[in-house]
Each structure stands twice: as structure tokens, then as C-alpha cells.
């Protein structure tokens, strides 16, 4: 037997970016032959697909970890590096993404459905790409953006047209073997059926799918027996059939009850099931007492609104009349339905405004802090080894707006600055650089962003003595752009 997995925890990784290429073309008698740095490749997206022809979510339960290409470098001569390629991963028709907390990201449905789960790095800019008549020859490149990381989980709800519920051993598992082509597992046991089987039905032109779940018995909703937690997987359905056992030989139980313990229980669930339009199949009226019984309860069920068939799984009697009537409920249900297209969805790592930025200050970390998606982006993409890149992303950053925010919010020379969140934050100190903090200190500083953070209450302390006397003092270098 195959194992059905139907909830697994994925943690994937996109590419990362190729570093973009710093480089001066040489070539004889022509010693500075202008930049030729080629830009780094894109690093690979990891997309789930809708694949029909896969069923479970097995090979992710085998391993979890899945990580897409990365980008290749710039190199000298203006070449560009490869980018890195897209990891596919194909997943059942009705997988639900979810986050670590269980808020659902996306629902596929539907063949070919894509979901961007990381998105890729994007590629450093070459030196090549980053001259401009103000900057002829940057002895800098941008460094490759790493790619998106993050778990998600892959929860599998069957998309079956037709589901049955019923009691352990009404005979489920049986009538979608005379129904369909599926083979499940049938013996005279209570849970026989431990998964969902999915069988598909062709009736006149309609063909539909028909998802047999494990018995439910009284107190499911509490967990008993296997619970409702496979009800999922035919939360999807159409119609919701009835499978009543008219020849129980359990005393205590009638199917006039069974079906009422079953609706309770679906009550319970919830999940829109309660609602959902459903018929009674009165099974094993091949045994005469079965018949006897069928035919006696019959009426009282049709008064209640069901409509009901009679039908034996083992003599093959009352199918075929309840599998077309099958057919034209889900044909109506379809043609209700709009027609559902393929879908690629992209989910961003949030961020505060595509374009802006925000600036607060952070009392915890006595910094002020800097979020925003091309903000933090930009220091990612900074090799801060190199003052060129440093000043670089300085321009940048001022250019945005950054300093101007800064200085609105009352920061001040010295004070820290945290761009990104909490966890991955690049941290430095403070020095306007341009007109706007010119004006207004009087000086320009330098750059020596990358020191090593201090700890939260030194910058404090430091802060405060500066408040105290003139804050010019200390910058005396003039760094031009
Ligand atoms: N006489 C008779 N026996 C039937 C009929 N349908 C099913 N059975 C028997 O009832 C028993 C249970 O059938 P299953 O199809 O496994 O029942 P199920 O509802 O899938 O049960 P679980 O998987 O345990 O929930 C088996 O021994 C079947 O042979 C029928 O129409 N007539
Ligand atoms: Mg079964």
C-alpha cells in the first residue's frame, strides 16, 4: 500500500543572486580601457505547480528541504553570469499553502496553478552597468541579492466532485469499487479505510470524481475513531452522499439514526459541509431484512427532503441510476462554478510600500529604524569592504529620501541607524552625507558605516553626551560623492 501524506512542512530556498562583476578592460596600448563588469544572474524561484497526475505530497515528506539554483557572477568582458534555475515543484490539484501559524498563503486549484513559494536573488549590477557620465569607472560592483528563504506548509484537501460519509463498514469503500476503477481496501472490520480513496466515475458524457473518507462513529468531532480531521478532503465536494448500512447487525444502531449521528457530526465540523447538498444511499439491500428496512424508512427520509436510493455494492443493483443522477448534480454544480483558470500567484515578502520607506525610531535597540523593500535591498546588495560601494548605496539611500526622513524624525549625527528588520539589520552610525544634512550640521561626514554595532545602551550614553554639547565637532572630513 502506498503511504498517503496529506500535511508536510517544506522549508525552501530560491537562488541567490550572482555578484555583479567589478572589471577595467585591458587591451594593449589601451591600459584603461573603461569598465567591463559584467552583472551577476538571477538566482532561481522555487514554484509549486498544480501537476493532476500527482496524488500526494509524499516526496516532500521524504525531504523537506528544497533550494533552487543560485545566479552566476559577472565576469570581466562584459559577460553576464547565468541565472540560476527555477526549481518546479509539482504538487497535487487542491494543495494548501500555509505559514508556520496556519494562515493560508495560497489554495491551488486547477492545473498548471503556480505558486511563487521564494522568490529568487536578484543579480549584482556590474561596473560596467553602473557607469554613468558622473561616475566613469566605479571600482565597485553590487553584490547578488541572497534569495528568499521560508517554511511553508503543504496541507492536501482531494478535490472530489462527490464524497461519502458514513459509518465504518456501511460500505463506502465498496461502492466506489463498483463505481469506478479504483481498488480500495474492503473487509468486514470497522476502519478499513484509513485514508481517503479517490475513484473516477464516467457516467453519459460526465465524468466525475468520488472521494471515499474513513468511517465516522459518535463523538468524531471529539476525535473519536479517526476523527474529522480527513473531512477536508471533501470539503471540496458537490454533493455529500449518505452511505447508510440497512443490515447493520449492531442492535443499537438503524440507519434513521446513523444518518442522524452523521449530520451531527458534520455540524460540528463546520467547513461549509453542513450546507452542502447531500442525497442517502440505503447500501445492502441485497439482504432481505436490508431490503425490508429500506423500503420501510424510505418514506420517512424523502419526507425529511433526501432524495434516496436503493442500491447493493456486492449484487451491483441501483448504480447505475444513482451514478447518472451523480453526474447531473455535479454537471449543474460545475456550470455554476466560474470556470477556474490557472493562476500564477506571487507572494512578496512584505514589505512596507513597494516604493517608500518608513522610519521609526526603535526604543528597545535605540536605533532608528529603516524598512523598506529597495532600502534593504540595497544594503543587501552593498559590499561594505569597498568605500566606493558604501558611498554608493549613501547616494542611494539619500536620493530616496532616507537622510531627509532621518533628520525629519530627529535623528542626529551619531545616532544609530538600522536598516531591515530586527533579525538581519545592517546597524551603523550616522553621518549625513549630502546637502539636506550639510545645511543643517553645518558638515558633511564620512563614511566608516560598517564599525561594529555597539550595544544598544553605549549608543545611548554616547547620544546623550553628544545632545549635551555641539555635535559638529567630530566631523571634519569632507567626503565627496
Ligand atoms: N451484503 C452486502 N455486503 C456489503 C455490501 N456493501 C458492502 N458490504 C460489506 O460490508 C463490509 C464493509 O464494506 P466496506 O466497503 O469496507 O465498508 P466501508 O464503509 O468502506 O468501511 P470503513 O472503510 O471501515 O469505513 C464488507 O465486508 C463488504 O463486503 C452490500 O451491498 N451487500
Ligand atoms: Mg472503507
Same mark, same amino acid.
Request: aromatic share 4%; glycine share 12%; proline share 5%.
Given at each position: 500500500m502506498t503511504t498517503f501524506v496529506d500535511r508536510v512542512e517544506l522549508h525552501v530556498a530560491a537562488g541567490n543572486g550572482g555578484h555583479g562583476c567589478a572589471s577595467v578592460h585591458r587591451e594593449k596600448f589601451k591600459p584603461l580601457g573603461g569598465p567591463d563588469g559584467g552583472n551577476g544572474g538571477r538566482g532561481g524561484d522555487v514554484v509549486l505547480v498544480v501537476d493532476q497526475s500527482v496524488t500526494t505530497l509524499l516526496d516532500y515528506h521524504h525531504s523537506p528541504h528544497r533550494k533552487a539554483t543560485n545566479g552566476k557572477p559577472g565576469e570581466g568582458g562584459n559577460r553576464s553570469g547565468k541565472d540560476g534555475q527555477d526549481l518546479v515543484l509539482p504538487v497535487p490539484d487542491g494543495t494548501v499553502v500555509l505559514d508556520k501559524q496556519g494562515n493560508v498563503l495560497a489554495?491551488?486549484?486547477?492545473? !498548471?496553478?503556480?505558486?511563487?513559494? /521564494?522568490?529568487?536573488?536578484? !543579480?549584482?549590477?556590474?561596473?560596467?552597468?553602473? &557607469?554613468?557620465?558622473?561616475? %566613469?569607472?566605479? !571600482?565597485?560592483?553590487? +553584490?547578488?541579492?541572497?534569495?528568499?528563504?521560508?517554511?511553508? @506548509?503543504?496541507?492536501? %484537501?482531494?478535490?472530489?466532485?462527490?464524497? +461519502?460519509?458514513?459509518?465504518?463498514? /456501511?460500505? %463506502?469503500?465498496?461502492?466506489?469499487?463498483?463505481? &469506478?476503477?479504483? =481498488?480500495? =481496501?474492503?473487509?468486514?472490520?470497522?476502519?478499513?479505510?484509513?485514508?481517503?480513496?479517490?475513484? @473516477?466515475?464516467?457516467?453519459?458524457?460526465?465524468?466525475?470524481?468520488i472521494a471515499d473518507v474513513p468511517g465516522l462513529i459518535p463523538g468524531?468531532?471529539?476525535? =473519536?475513531?479517526?476523527?474529522?480531521?480527513?473531512?477536508?478532503?471533501?470539503?471540496?465536494?458537490?454533493?455529500?452522499?449518505? @452511505?447508510?448500512?440497512?443490515?447493520? +447487525?449492531?442492535?443499537?444502531?438503524?440507519? @434513521? &439514526?446513523?444518518?442522524?449521528?452523521?449530520?451531527?457530526?458534520?455540524?460540528?465540523?463546520?467547513?461549509? +459541509?453542513?450546507?452542502?447538498?447531500?442525497?442517502?444511499?440505503?447500501?445492502?439491500?441485497?439482504?432481505?431484512?436490508?431490503?425490508?428496512?429500506?423500503?420501510?424508512?424510505?418514506?420517512?427520509l424523502e419526507a425529511r427532503g433526501y432524495k434516496v436510493f436503493e442500491v447493493s455494492a456486492v449484487a451491483r443493483t441501483g448504480l447505475k441510476e444513482l451514478s447518472y443522477f451523480l453526474a447531473e448534480v455535479v454537471a449543474k454544480a460545475r456550470a455554476r462554478k466560474p470556470k477556474q483558470e490557472a493562476t500564477r500567484i506571487v507572494i512578496r515578502p512584505k514589505a512596507v510600500d513597494e516604493t517608500g520607506f518608513t522610519v521609526t525610531f526603535d526604543e528597545a535597540e535605540d536605533v532608528y529604524r529603516v524598512r523598506g523593500e529597495k532600502p534593504e535591498r540595497w544594503v543587501r546588495q552593498t559590499d561594505f569592504n569597498n568605500d566606493e560601494a558604501v558611498g554608493y548605496l549613501a547616494d542611494r539611500l539619500n536620493r530616496l529620501g532616507v537622510e531627509d526622513e532621518l533628520l525629519k524624525v530627529g535623528a542626529r549625527a551619531g545616532d544609530g541607524v538600522a536598516i531591515g528588520s530586527d533579525e538581519n539589520a545592517v546597524v551603523f552610525d550616522w553621518e549625513p552625507s549630502m546637502m539636506a544634512g550639510a545645511e543643517m550640521l553645518g558638515r558633511r561626514g564620512e563614511d566608516h558605516r560598517m564599525e561594529a554595532p555597539r550595544p544598544a545602551a553605549q549608543r545611548r550614553k554616547e547620544r546623550d553626551a553628544r545632545r549635551g554639547d555641539s555635535a559638529q565637532d567630530e566631523y571634519d572630513e569632507f567626503r565627496p560623492f
Open positions: 489554495d491551488l486549484v486547477g492545473q !498548471g496553478t503556480t505558486y511563487v513559494a /521564494a522568490e529568487g536573488g536578484r !543579480g549584482g549590477l556590474g561596473n560596467a552597468a553602473l &557607469s554613468s557620465a558622473r561616475r %566613469k569607472a566605479p !571600482g565597485f560592483a553590487l +553584490l547578488g541579492v541572497p534569495g528568499a528563504t521560508g517554511d511553508i @506548509v503543504l496541507e492536501l %484537501k482531494t478535490v472530489a466532485d462527490v464524497a +461519502l460519509v458514513g459509518f465504518p463498514s /456501511a460500505g %463506502k469503500s465498496s461502492l466506489i469499487s463498483v463505481l &469506478s476503477a479504483a =481498488k480500495p =481496501k474492503i473487509a468486514d472490520y470497522p476502519f478499513t479505510t484509513l485514508v481517503p480513496n479517490l475513484g @473516477v466515475v464516467t457516467a453519459g458524457s460526465t465524468v466525475y470524481t468524531a468531532s471529539q476525535g =473519536k475513531g479517526l476523527g474529522l480531521e480527513f473531512l477536508r478532503h471533501v470539503e471540496r465536494c458537490s454533493v455529500l452522499v449518505h @452511505v447508510l448500512d440497512t443490515a447493520t +447487525l449492531e442492535s443499537d444502531r438503524d440507519p @434513521v &439514526s446513523d444518518l442522524d449521528v452523521i449530520e451531527e457530526e458534520l455540524k460540528q465540523y463546520g467547513g461549509g +459541509l453542513e450546507n452542502r447538498p447531500r442525497l442517502v444511499v440505503l447500501n445492502k439491500v441485497d439482504i432481505p431484512d436490508g431490503k425490508d428496512l429500506a423500503d420501510m424508512i424510505r418514506p420517512d
